[in-house]
């Protein structure tokens, strides 16, 4: 950024008009070359921004309000401006004498005005109708954008001509004003993208008074709780074909509690698919020997013994009266029957059910159990994801530090015979991986057996490969001497390349084709594009390998090291409950999905981490062991891991907290624990298991915390 | 011993650090390496062990020319020459003991030092080390708890561990005060009378160069500049001073 000016400016009144009509435009001319750059870029980036996002919105047809509110939503903010800045200025004037605070006084202006457009800018303005407050919203901000626009531009327009009357090599005035204007301008858009809307927020804090107070205190659903039901039933004929009188009415009972029906035999009430209702036959009931006092309630049975409440047919809920019976009216309920189970007479059930009050058992209910049991798996997970992570991390992170990377260099012939080594090892290693896997059955009958006799199989190969390669090439090129060795070695590079860039040139080629849709399009075919891709690969290793002839040998070392941080971080940047998506497809969904996603994401998060603290060791020590004729290993262990064994700890207990967090709620996405619980009851609306399961998944939390930083005190 | 010809040093970016050098460092000898603060003097330590690889020039070790051989051969030479560092560049959280048996590792077989094994014969080499730099009491104390001088006889120990036929010692003393340099350097005078191990040390101060070097040579801006005996150091003319360190040095103490 230029502080001054580098050449004479010109008039400056030109140089104003410039900028009017192209932002940045005067600026440029007068020599501030840099801010004319980035008050061009700035300003035309967020003109596009508004006009996208005002265009957006504008599309809704609840955007845009009659003139009036506009004039009276511009008119009215700017009387409450003025008032708070007199309101400012009285204070400042003469309650507070202090010259720093009135700086922070006009911060308090501007806290209090979006304080007051948030929470009351509505009835500031008195609209008519609930509905216009979205669109007051939208407005609203949409205008405070223009505003800050307008006034940036007009900034800009003003700071140029000031330019222009400076003499030259003076600083150039602050952009301060610009830059609150652009945060304005990016406050508005921001409001208006998100939608935000306070008045909203507290008019309809009814829907959450409800159910807060189940989610914060839930425990009487962890607690079984014993009820005696008492049901006393009376069958009931319907439909009652001709003739029929139905089963037989109860008959009062002295001894126990009794209803009675009359008549038992009539018919259903049904609803016409025209609508209405046609009720069935009116049922008289009556009853004794119940508890005075109580409430009873009337279910009907039909004749496969569904139970409903029947509703619209009469009172179902019945106060029992001071001589312990009860007497009401019902019509026979619609109770549909499935049409295979209608035949035969339909007896279907009137039942009167008495339940006694709740009483406390004691006993833990089954969601609870299930509730701890998933919390148990919640922490099983987050401590089997760390644990795999430690493991995984720990040999990562030392490719992917720099300081120990970038000294590993091998001249050519030695790496070009390392890379043939390795494939011809590999290859040894499949073939032989192939016939112990038919020997065993196949990949069905010992998965295991296979996975580890290959993964030895290929380690063996392959390491054997890479060292033997290696030398060969190393003894026998060298013995041609230096000139042909070059040559030879650089001519294999270009082949080993070419496969994969032969690859990659198909592969892009058909990725261009899948979107493309149009083969004739792409002006080379398939083929072509995958010569393309080998040649392309040639020419550049045959370029890496003459621009380091001159050193020791190509830094393989730093290959790697670059190859291995990319793709940490590009696995990093990917949140664990998308893994556990994948992975709940790949191995399906429940706690062992979840553990390999957190894993993986551990992995890659903590050999960052790792190689981070690697990269900060102190040097002498390690030349010091190098010196004494240590092997690179001996010196990493003698030298590296003393000094980076607090971070390591440091950064593994960091990760554990954030694991035993994230595996909370990778539940959620299929990954079992208590988050898998907890999505299953927010669906069915059971807050109070909702509740159950915030609770413990706070207090686990917490008291994991709480653990980790005493062990943190304690080791590091 | 060693022999050093035409050792030239250029950093990646562009420094040179070492010009033509060469010299020769009989057995048994102690030599001086004298010269300003980036004289070269570290950069030729250095190169010798192959810290640093240099540019351009040879070295010979007992007749063999080490400059480019491979990393398995220089791990038998490297472990023949020990090397004591100004500042100190023990590894602070380990044990003195630990320390101490990380100087034997150029004879351990690599697998072995993966779980910390060291042969009874190495860990009794530790303690006599230890001894003959008088802290055998220190053994169990972690690094970072021993003062400076204490680290600086560990560093020693440690390089004795090797049983080296050289001691490179860069700027082993000029962290510490006078008495603790005589001390130090006292280590080294023993070491190279007693066991005949050729010592190799830079150092600032004249006085001690005096007192302990039989050979100097002086270095300035990568290049020789003056190569003599003790005696040419204590009838060392102004105009040769200057020579060495420069046109603003002044001399310091009694001549």
């Known amino acids: 950024m230029d502080h001054n000016l580098s050449q004479a400016p010109r008039s400056s009144w030109l140089q104003g008009f410039l900028s009017l009509l192209v932002p940045g435009l005067g600026q440029f001319i007068a020599g501030a070359r840099s801010r004319a750059a980035t008050l061009f870029a700035g300003v035309l980036t967020l003109l596009g921004l508004s006009v996208w996002t005002i265009a957006q919105k504008a599309r809704f047809p609840d955007f845009g309000l009659s003139l009036e509110i506009y004039i009276k939503l511009v008119f009215e903010s700017a009387l409450l401006l003025v008032f708070l800045l007199a309101l400012r200025r009285l204070f400042t004037r003469y309650v507070i004498r202090d010259p720093a605070l009135e700086a922070f006084s006009l911060y308090g202006v501007g806290i209090l005005f979006f304080l007051a457009i948030l929470f009351v800018g509505d009835n500031l303005l008195a609209t008519a109708t609930s509905a216009d407050q979205l669109a007051l919203v939208h407005t609203g901000t949409a205008l405070y954008a223009a505003a800050s626009l307008a006034a940036l531009w007009l900034w800009q327009v003003g700071d140029a001509v000031r330019i222009g009357s400076l003499p030259p090599g003076e600083k150039l005035p602050s952009m301060g004003t610009a830059v609150l204007l652009i945060c304005l301008l990016i406050f508005s858009l921001g409001y208006n993208i998100t939608d935000i809307n306070m008045p909203k927020a507290i008019r309809e804090y009814r829907d959450i008074s409800i159910l807060l107070p189940r989610i914060l205190w839930p425990w009487r659903a962890a607690f079984e709780y014993d009820q005696q039901v008492l049901e006393v039933t009376q069958p009931i004929q319907a439909p009652c074909p001709e003739g029929e009188t139905g089963p037989p009415s109860n008959q009062p009972s002295e001894a126990q509690p009794w209803i009675s029906a009359t008549p038992t035999c009539g018919q259903l009430s049904a609803r016409p698919i025209t609508g209405g209702l046609d009720l069935g036959t009116e049922l008289t009931i009556t009853g004794g020997n119940f508890t005075p006092g109580q409430e009873v309630h009337i279910l009907w049975k039909n004749p496969i013994g569904n139970p409903f409440t ?67 798996e919640t922490i099983m997970i987050g401590l089997m994801a760390t644990f795999f992570g430690i493991i995984f991390a720990f040999p990562l992170a030392f490719l992917a530090a720099k300081n120990l990377m970038a000294p590993i260099i091998s001249p050519l012939d030695r790496i070009v015979g390392s890379i043939a080594g390795l494939a011809a090892g590999f290859w040894v290693g499949i073939l032989l991986m192939q016939q112990v896997a038919n020997a065993l059955g196949g990949l069905e009958q010992a998965p295991i057996q296979i996975f580890v006799v290959g993964l030895v199989l290929l380690g063996l190969f392959g390491y054997a490969g890479i060292r033997l390669g290696g030398r060969l090439f190393s003894t026998v090129l060298g013995a041609l001497g230096p000139t042909v060795s070059f040559v030879l070695s650089t001519a294999l590079l270009g082949a080993m390349v070419a496969v994969p860039g032969y690859y990659l040139g198909l592969g892009f080629s058909r990725g261009i084709r899948s979107i493309v849709l149009d083969a004739d399009v792409a002006a080379l075919n398939e083929i072509q594009y995958a010569y393309l891709g080998a040649g392309l690969a040639i020419i550049l290793a045959f370029v890496y390998a003459v621009l380091r002839r001159k050193s020791r040998g190509l830094s393989i070392g730093m290959i790697i ?36 996603a957190l894993a993986l994401h551990t992995v890659v998060s903590l050999a960052k981490l ?33 000094q980076i064994l607090p971070p390591f700890i440091s950064f593994t207990i960091y990760r554990w907290d954030i694991n035993v967090r994230m595996s909370t709620i990778i539940g959620i996405g299929g990954g079992g624990g208590i988050g898998f619980l907890l999505i299953q009851w927010v669906r069915l609306y059971q807050w109070d298991l909702v509740g159950i399961s915030v609770w413990l998944i706070a207090i686990t939390v917490a008291a994991l915390d709480y653990t980790s930083s005493a062990i943190r005190e304690r080791i590091v | 011993m060693l022999k050093v010809e035409h050792l030239t040093m250029v950093y990646p970016d562009g420094t040179v650090a070492l010009r ?47 400059t480019h051989i491979e990393d398995s051969e220089l791990r038998l030479v490297r472990r023949e020459i020990g090397m004591v560092f100004q500042q100190f560049n023990l590894v602070k959280r380990s044990s003195v003991n630990t320390n101490v048996l990380s100087g034997r590792l150029g004879y351990t077989p690599p697998s072995w030092s993966l779980i910390n094994r060291f042969s009874r014969k190495d ?124 046109e603003e040095a002044q001399r310091l103490g009694a001549q």
């Open chain 1, 310 to 376: 029947p509703r619209g047919m009469g009172p179902t809920d019945i106060i029992i009266d001071e001589n312990g019976g009860f007497t009401t009216k019902l019509n026979i309920p619609d109770a549909v029957v499935p049409p295979s189970t209608a035949v035969g007479a339909q007896i279907h059930t009137l039942a009167v059910r008495q339940e006694s009050e709740e009483v406390f058992s004691g006993r833990i209910s089954e969601e609870m159990k299930l509730a701890l049991a998933a919390m148990l």
């Open chain 1, 561 to 596: 090291y670059t190859i291995t941080r990319t793709t940490l971080n590009i696995l990093r940047s990917i949140e664990p409950l998308i893994y556990v998506i994948i992975a709940s497809i790949w191995i399906g969904l429940g706690p062992f999905a979840g553990t390999l």
């Open chain 1, 610 to 642: 790792y190689s981070e603290a690697i990269e900060s060791i102190d040097t002498g020590p390690l030349e010091a062991v190098n010196a004494t004729g240590a092997t690179r290993l001996q010196t990493i262990v003698y030298a590296v891991v003393p």
């Open chain 2, 20 to 66: 033509d050098v060469s010299f020769e460092v009989k057995d048994g000898e102690f030599l001086g390496v004298i010269g300003l603060s980036g004289s070269g003097k570290s950069t030729l330590l250095r190169c010798i062990n192959r810290l640093l690889e240099p540019s351009e020039g040879r070295i010979l070790w007992k007749g063999r020319d080490i």
């Open chain 2, 123 to 246: 860990h009794d080499r530790a303690a006599q080390a230890l001894q003959r730099v008088g802290i055998p009491d220190k053994a169990h104390n972690r690094a970072d708890e021993l003062s400076g001088g204490q680290q600086q006889r560990v560093g020693i120990a440690r390089a004795l561990m090797q049983e080296p036929k050289m001691i490179l010692a860069d700027e082993p003393v000029a962290s510490l005060d006078p008495v603790l340099a005589h001390s130090i350097l006292g280590y080294l005078e023993k070491l190279n009378k007693e066991d005949g191990i050729t010592v190799m040390c830079s150092l600032h101060f004249l006085d001690l160069v005096q007192r302990y070097c039989e050979r100097v040579i002086g270095l300035r801006e990568g290049r020789v500049v003056f190569e003599g005996s003790k005696k040419d150091i204590q009838q060392l003319s102004d105009e040769r001073f200057k020579q060495i360190y420069g």
